[in-house]
């Protein structure tokens, strides 16, 4: 028989990111005995690679900015397929999360009469990213991890949850996990669980994601019974480093190009130009001239560098296909030929020092090489907009894990004020539903038992697949087949190699101890991410457009249909299985936004 911990909450958050701490801070403040794990260590989450800053219509550079033009600047971006309720709350609310984190002692840089300053992203009409530097994710984890800590709330470090459990009712009743230092296993009962986890880069070979990124908190809804919607919209952020070959795929900030970096191709050309589409042709510039006159006088229309970054993405991917890409398969971004010395290393000090560091280049003086790197996931578990609960009962989800907020394409900034936004009201949420049980759930220990024994397989010695060997398949499989631009031959081999790669999993193993083995949590990290590369591939077919962080050479352009549906994945005993549902019907006021522009 299995041994195990056990430890009980009335909320359990699983992801110590800027949602989950935001969502444990929240439901602690109410009274709720709260616990909070964290794959890695406290304060190591991915959202410290959120660096340009948190969009909020603050109005504090450009006073004609408003929660109305960032809504419509964020469904615009998501190509219209965001849930509208979830934006507009979200550009109603961001202001006063910024000020909330003013409050717990978030250092934000400053304009020269004081206010917290504000800087251009691309997709928003106006400079709207409250910003520290280029570390902005940084100091929020800082300032929401300290602010969590003296509220006492109890974190679990190093522990990874592999599935959660529901009660007779249908109920979440607790999650099993382990603890990565030992390997023992360790049960959380809840009456009420917070997925908080982040994205699942990882799936793809060229990524800016860290290791954690293995789309856990996914594949947990999946199993869980979750709806899952639009997991066929991935952003590829168009600026990661490509070389060397050690370092590509991390983040080139986005206000690297905010702050006055122009794109080139091989031929010194600013290829931006030749791919504004018609949605934005009238508020971007048509000449280098005009758009050079934009970062002087910000009344003219905005610079093609700063388009959405799905637009972006294509982009470079379409001129790096021509032959006109750098040395080493990407384009030039250059600073240095707008901004002095000083300014960059003020501005940006994390890029100034990782070109430095990592690639022995000084963007003070030369360009950098960049090209699109698996970043972030719009998709993710529906939830109801007010409480970001899912469609399982006493189950909620907030940041990269939940879908909707941005349709099919997120906005550069969005991704901060999306994590404080709606981990706090995740956090209301899950505490007004742990308030309303008399009791906690039941828990199965047959089934935690059956979990626990399923996790130790890889040590049973029957197996003979290297998961290391099988997760680089599965990344070379997604990268080459459903990456940028995606087709339906490739997309079918793609399902496959995820098949044939899931027999081989079930036949991982693994060597040595189960005292902090990487080899061992892979081998457990390859389920979530083979379920996970499943519904995107199967989202992705399903979804015969282009549109947002989605493109099909077959289907080349958006089409009135499908911007009218989500496309909804459920885990069956087949696999899981996707099929359209109409998108929640935005109210005349709002849609009226958009006449007017």
């Not at 690297?256 to 510039?285: C, K, Q, W």
């Not at 982009?315 to 750098?326: D, F, L, P």
């Not at 505490?431 to 979990?451: F, H, S, W």
Request: negative net charge.
């Amino acid at each position: 028989m299995p041994d195990f911990e056990t430890h009980e909450y009335d909320v359990l958050v699983i992801g110590a990111g800027g949602a989950g701490l935001r969502a444990a801070v929240e439901a602690s403040s109410r009274g709720l005995k709260t616990g909070l794990v964290c794959k890695s260590l406290l304060g190591k989450a991915h959202t410290v690679m959120a660096e340009g800053g948190m969009a909020a219509a603050m109005g504090n550079v450009w006073s004609e900015d408003s929660w109305q033009i960032h809504f419509r600047d964020t469904m615009r971006g998501g190509k219209m397929l965001n849930n509208w309720r979830m934006a507009q709350i979200h550009a109603q609310e961001s202001p006063d999360r910024v000020a909330e984190l003013e409050e717990w002692g978030a250092l934000f840089d400053r304009t020269p009469d004081g206010r917290i300053s504000q800087r251009d992203f691309g997709g928003h009409r106006y400079a709207r990213l409250a910003h520290v530097g280029d570390r902005t994710g940084l100091e929020m984890i800082r300032t929401l991890q300290q602010h969590a800590v003296h509220q006492g709330i109890d974190v679990h470090q190093e522990c990874t949850i592999n599935r959660l459990f529901k009660d007779d009712q249908g109920r979440i009743s607790g999650a099993v996990g382990y603890w990565r230092e030992s390997g023992k296993a360790v049960l959380f009962r809840a009456k009420a669980i917070i997925l908080a986890t982040g994205g699942l880069g990882k799936i793809w070979s060229i990524t800016s994601n860290s290791w954690e990124g293995t789309g856990d908190g996914h594949a947990l809804a999946l199993h869980a019974g979750a709806d899952m919607i639009d997991m066929e919209c991935v952003q590829f952020h168009p600026t990661g480093m490509v070389w060397p070959p050690s370092v590509r795929g991390i983040l080139v900030t986005e206000g690297v190009r905010g702050d006055g970096g122009t794109l080139r191709n091989s031929d010194g050309h600013r290829f931006m130009f030749d791919y504004i589409p018609p949605m934005f042709a009238a508020e971007t510039a048509e000449t280098e001239e005009e758009a050079d006159r934009w970062y002087d006088d910000k009344t003219v229309r905005r610079t093609p560098d700063l388009l959405p970054r799905d637009e972006v993405a294509r982009a470079i991917n379409s001129e790096v296909k021509a032959g006109r890409g750098s040395p080493h398969g990407g384009v030039y971004l250059d600073i240095a030929t707008r901004r002095d010395s000083d300014y960059i290393q003020r501005r940006l000090p994390s890029m100034y020092h990782q070109f430095m560091q990592l690639a022995g280049v000084d963007i003070t003086s030369e360009s950098m090489e960049v090209g699109p790197t698996a970043h972030y996931a719009m998709g993710g578990v529906r939830v109801e907009p007010e409480t970001a609960a899912s469609t399982v009962p006493g189950l909620f989800a907030a940041g990269e894990v939940a879908g909707g907020m941005h349709g099919s394409n997120r906005l550069g900034g969005n991704s901060l004020s999306d994590l404080v936004v709606f981990g706090r009201r995740a956090g209301i949420g899950a505490a007004d539903y742990a308030q309303g049980l008399d009791a906690m759930p039941d828990i199965d220990t047959a089934a935690v038992n059956e979990r626990i024994t399923l996790m130790q397989a890889p040590f049973a010695g029957g197996g003979k697949e290297n998961p290391y060997t099988l997760h680089k398949e599965l990344q070379d499989t997604m990268q080459l087949n459903v990456g940028i631009i995606r087709t339906e031959s490739e997309m079918n081999t793609a399902l496959e190699d995820i098949a044939s790669l899931r027999e081989r999993a079930a036949n991982a193993a693994v060597e040595g101890n189960v005292q902090y083995n990487p080899g061992w949590h892979l081998a457990l990290d390859l389920e979530h991410m083979l379920h996970v590369a499943e519904a995107i591939t199967r989202g992705a077919l399903e979804r015969k457009e282009s549109r947002g962080g989605h493109t099909r050479d077959d289907f080349p352009g958006p089409t009135e249909a499908f911007g009218k549906v989500n496309v909804v994945g459920r885990m069956t005993e087949d696999g899981v299985q996707v099929q359209q549902e109409p998108l929640p019907q935005m109210p005349a006021e709002l849609a009226k936004l958009f006449e007017e522009a």
